[in-house]
C-alpha cells in the first residue's frame, strides 16, 4: 500500500526557510513524477507548486514560488523535497506530496507551514 509522509513544516517569520521531506512507501515512487501540493487557510484546493521527474528533466515551478522554492528528490530513499526560502505570508498553508493529478495515491497528512508578517 503506496503512502506518504509529509514532514519539516514548521512556524516561520516572513523571509525565513524551511525544507520539507516527504516519504513514500511502494515501489512506485522512483518512476514516477512527484510534486509539493499547497492548500491555503480555508481553501479546499490543493494547487501544485513544484514538481520533479523521476529522471533527467526541466522542474515544474509555479509563478507564486519560482526562484523562491527548489524541490529535489533522493530516488534510492524514495523522498521528496521542497526547500523552501524567502517565505511570505501567503505560503501559509498545509503542504502536501503525491504525484502529478491524473495519478494521484491517498494523500498523506501534509504538513502546517505558518509564515508570519
Known amino acids: 500500500q503506496v503512502q506518504l509522509v509529509e514532514s519539516g513544516g514548521g512556524f516561520v517569520q516572513a523571509g525565513g526557510s524551511l525544507r520539507l521531506s516527504c516519504v513514500a512507501s511502494?515501489?512506485?515512487?522512483?518512476?514516477?513524477?512527484m510534486a509539493w501540493y499547497h492548500q491555503a487557510p480555508g481553501k479546499q484546493q490543493r494547487l501544485m507548486v513544484a514538481?520533479?521527474?523521476?529522471?533527467?528533466?526541466?522542474?515544474y515551478y509555479a509563478d507564486s514560488v519560482r526562484g523562491r522554492f527548489t524541490i529535489s528528490r533522493d530516488n534510492a530513499q524514495n523522498t521528496v523535497y521542497l526547500q523552501m526560502t524567502h517565505l511570505k505570508p501567503e505560503d501559509t498553508g498545509v503542504y502536501f506530496c503525491?504525484?502529478?493529478?491524473?495519478?494521484?495515491?491517498?494523500w498523506g497528512q501534509g504538513t502546517q507551514v505558518t509564515v508570519s508578517s
Open positions: 514538481g520533479i521527474r523521476s529522471g533527467v528533466g526541466t522542474d
Open positions: 503525491n504525484r502529478l493529478p491524473d495519478n494521484w495515491v491517498p
Open positions: 511502494g515501489d512506485i515512487f522512483s518512476r514516477n513524477t
